[in-house]
């Protein structure tokens, strides 16, 4: 039953268009209180959508968190 981060990750960009179905989303809240990964991001919020950003960062590799680090230096 436990999914990937890459998997959750997926889920919530379905999630945001309205296209995941109710196994998903069980599927993607489970994953987020089982997963360490996740949710040693953030400790108690509960809120959908900050746990979805969770499940992203999990799945970044540094080598992307870099990229995104310098994509937001340069818009300032
Ligand atoms: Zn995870």
Do not use: G, P
Request: hydrophobic share 35%.
């Amino acid at each position: 039953m436990m999914v990937s981060c890459e998997k959750a990750a997926n889920i919530c960009d379905k999630y945001q268009y309205k296209e995941a179905t109710v196994w998903e989303k069980i599927q993607l809240k489970f994953h987020l209180l089982m997963c360490k990964t996740c949710t040693k991001h953030s400790k108690d919020n509960k809120k959908l959508t900050t746990l979805c950003n969770q499940a992203r960062l999990a799945v970044l590799s540094e080598e992307e968190k870099k990229k995104m680090k310098e994509n937001f230096s340069k818009l300032k």
